[in-house]
């Protein structure tokens, strides 16, 4: 089990992306599937294209910033399930949901084949 846990931290996907209204910048989502506690397959689920949040005018004017951490459940298709607000800020919160749910994954892989999995995506917000 720590083997797999280690794999997964090896594994571990890091994306910067970058949000281009007015001046405002997510500086980056990285998820640890390990997080989640139970660890059930050999290859962690992995992003397919960009997770890019529109940054709230509220937040943007009141220069709300910080990190929005999710759970989501990525089911064996690719498509997100579920998704829990872990640390919330909330003014945040809608936009990191809205984000993660506009993305696909490759699925988790278990004995090569696909199986449902939940991840932890953090998706930090930053104004520049």
């Not at 919160?93 to 004995?111: H, S, T, Y």
């Amino acid at each position: 089990m720590r083997k797999i846990v280690l794999l997964s931290w090896m594994l571990l996907l890091l994306l910067v992306c970058s949000c281009s209204s007015n001046q405002a910048e997510r500086s980056g989502s990285m998820f640890d599937p390990s997080v989640t506690g139970q660890v059930n397959y050999d290859q962690p689920p992995q992003i397919m294209g960009v997770i890019s949040p529109d940054y709230p005018m509220i937040a943007r004017k009141h220069r709300v910033q910080g990190v929005v951490v999710l759970e989501v459940k990525v089911y064996k298709s690719g498509e997100v399930g579920n998704i829990k607000v872990k640390k919330s800020i909330p003014p945040l919160d809608q936009a990191a949901i809205n984000a993660v749910e506009g993305v696909r994954f490759k699925p988790a892989l278990q004995n090569g084949k696909a199986v449902d999995a939940s991840v932890v995506i953090p998706i930090e917000f930053r104004l520049n």
